[in-house]
């Protein structure tokens, strides 16, 4: 006999048959009162079985369009479609066929993790043993099952996330919408989640993701929207992003102060001089990429300058936001504060931009 769990399984999937769980977004917009425009007319496609990431300073209108994408606020104008079906018209078969983790959680502090998976069950029409049985699946999935029994109010912040993803889970949904999933998360926690949203995706389903890490977009979305000001601002993979900016450059300080103009003159030969560089150093653009480094160093040996520091700063998608805009997505400053932290930030191998 089929349950009502099965039946609801049944019913999502014969609605869904032959309508690809994607997202297309035309001319969206979202203004609020007070002459805010929260999302100035955005376009997207994000195709079935993709992660999207959407990539953004605060204020951006990242969570915005995920409520509106996922039927909880009204577009002013334009138009969307989830999983075939449109926002406004066909709310609810929308809602059936996402799952949603938002930015501001609901949980219930009272509730245990067990209660939370029931409740969430119920209102999705599941019975109690099979809201049970599915509850108890994502509690182990997501690493909770020995907490299952305590109160939310005694979770850390890293266990309420997992808690929401599974929830989120419960209806088998094609299509995921995380918003900011790993904001205040230590970096194990914010790793096991990636690991989580990548086997999702391995299965299937289609997870919309925003975030305002640049790593977490770097290394999670196969393609990222990169949104300021409520509008795109850049979309693509992250390498093809990062390749558009350009080759990697190298940064060198001499040892000796006034050697510098000499320095300079050696990298002009190898290419062009980059004007950023902080601190007595001389920054080159590497035309032929890292492999130039070993150019470099024979030509400044050749020469006899002594370096005190050589550091290679391969573009970051922050350098793909700063072209676009002018400010940097890390600092949130004017385009000098930027550049400033952009130099700093070069001190890394690869001058990685985490913001942890
Ligand atoms: N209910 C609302 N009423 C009025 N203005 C709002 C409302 N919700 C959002 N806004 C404004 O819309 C803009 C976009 O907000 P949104 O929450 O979408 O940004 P976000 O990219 O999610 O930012 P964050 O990274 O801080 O979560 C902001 O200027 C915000 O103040
Ligand atoms: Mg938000």
Redesign the pocket.
């Known amino acids: 006999m089929q349950n009502d769990y099965e039946r609801n399984r049944i019913v999502a999937a014969s609605a869904a048959r032959g309508r690809p769980a994607g997202i297309e977004a035309r001319g969206l917009v979202?203004d609020?009162?007070?002459g805010?425009?929260?999302?100035a007319g955005i376009d997207l496609v994000v195709s079935e079985g993709e992660i999207y990431g959407f990539l953004?300073?605060?204020?951006?209108?990242?969570?915005?369009?995920?409520?509106m994408l996922s039927t909880l606020?009204p577009p002013s104008a334009g138009h969307a479609t989830v999983a075939g079906h449109d926002v406004v018209r066909e709310g609810a078969a929308v809602r059936r066929a996402i799952g949603a983790s938002l930015?501001e959680s609901a949980l219930d502090p009272y509730l245990s993790a067990r209660e939370h998976m029931l409740l969430q069950g119920a209102l999705h029409g599941l019975s109690r043993a099979a809201a049970r049985a599915r509850g108890e699946e994502l509690l182990e999935r997501v690493g909770l099952s020995e907490a299952a029994e305590r109160k939310v109010k005694g979770y850390s912040g890293g266990m309420k996330r997992r808690l929401d993803l599974a929830l989120a889970l419960i209806h088998h949904p094609r299509l995921l919408f995380l918003?900011?999933p790993t904001?205040g998360l230590d970096v194990q926690s914010r790793t096991a989640l990636w690991e989580e949203v990548r086997r999702l995706a391995d299965e299937g389903v289609t997870v919309f993701l925003?975030t305002?890490y640049l790593e977490e977009a770097d290394v999670l979305a196969d393609r990222v929207g990169i949104?300021d000001r409520?509008r795109i601002v850049a979309e693509g993979a992250p390498a093809d992003l990062k390749a558009e900016i350009g080759r990697p450059a190298v940064e060198a300080l001499p040892e000796d102060p006034a050697q510098r103009e000499r320095l300079a003159g050696v990298l002009a030969r190898i290419g062009e001089l980059l004007p950023a560089a902080a601190g007595g150093a001389v920054a080159v653009r590497l035309p032929a990429g890292a492999r130039d480094l070993a150019e470099v160093v024979r030509a400044l040996d050749a020469e006899g300058i002594s370096l005190a520091e050589l550091r290679l700063h391969a573009p970051t998608l922050d350098d793909v936001f700063l072209a676009k805009t002018g400010r940097s997505l890390e600092g949130g400053g004017d385009r000098e504060e930027a550049q400033q932290e952009g130099a700093a930030a070069a001190g890394g191998q690869t001058g990685g931009s985490v913001r942890a």
């Open positions: 979202r609020f009162k007070g805010v425009r929260a999302v953004g300073p605060n204020g951006a209108g990242k969570s915005t369009t995920v409520l606020l930015q918003d900011e904001t925003t305002q949104i409520g």
